[in-house]
């Protein structure tokens, strides 16, 4: 019988291994450094989500384009991840306003091309790295209907804020029809299963048209300003 307690012997190419998953820390460092360096004057700043497939003749495309260049024309630099859908109508909306457009693109085995409106560019291997930059400079998560992906960022966003991680940000959901049945089931599972708190449920908000999500990050905010407090700096250096 097998005993997989024992610690395998190294190897030539148990070494070649190593050495290759150590040198991949320098690779996650440069994406770092890379992403502080350029969006680290970006703020204020408002990361939009949502699906890759969206067509621009979709009306989700162009609200989305609507609500970015509303945010960009109140003085937010836009975030997306830098693809098509979804993520190139923010950049196109961002870019007609007079705030930044931001792409953070990532590499995928079927390659994601970056969408042409971005002003500042920036292409991640790894998507761990590129989501801290996402939720790092981010004053609010706006989040349109998507699939997966989507599901991940809203996710760790929620996560980071409900532990403390992360500092509160708004993060509304666009378009009620999408996401209500996702709520009703937090509220009538998970809520009533004692896996999340009935007060979880108020990080989120829904919207459904462009100028209100705006005043809805306003309203946030209530006139304290964008940056963090000295106490939310701490809690984004440890994010």
Sequence with gaps: MNDFST???????????????????????????????????IRPAVSIFGSARTPPDHPWYRKAEEVARLLSEAGFTVVSGGG?????????GAFQGPSPSVGLNIVLPHEQAANPYQDISITYRHFFARKVMFIKYASAYVVLPGGFGTLDELAECL???????????????????????????????????GTIDPEDLELMHLCDEPEEI??????????????PSPEEQEILLEL
């Design 214 to 227: 705006v005043r809805a990050i306003f309203a946030h905010y209530g006139g304290r300003g964008f940056q």
């Design 159 to 193: 996560t980071l804020i409900q532990t403390g991680k992360g500092r509160k940000i708004p993060i509304i959901l666009v378009e009620r029809r999408f996401w209500q049945g996702m709520l009703d089931w937090f509220r009538e599972v998970m809520v009533a299963e």
């Design 84 to 92: 098509p859908g979804i993520m190139e109508a923010a950049n196109k």
């Design 7 to 41: 610690i395998r012997p190294r190897t030539p190419e148990s070494e070649a291994e190593l050495n290759r998953e150590s040198w991949r820390i320098f690779r996650i460092m440069a994406e770092f450094v890379e992403g502080f360096e350029q969006l680290s004057r």
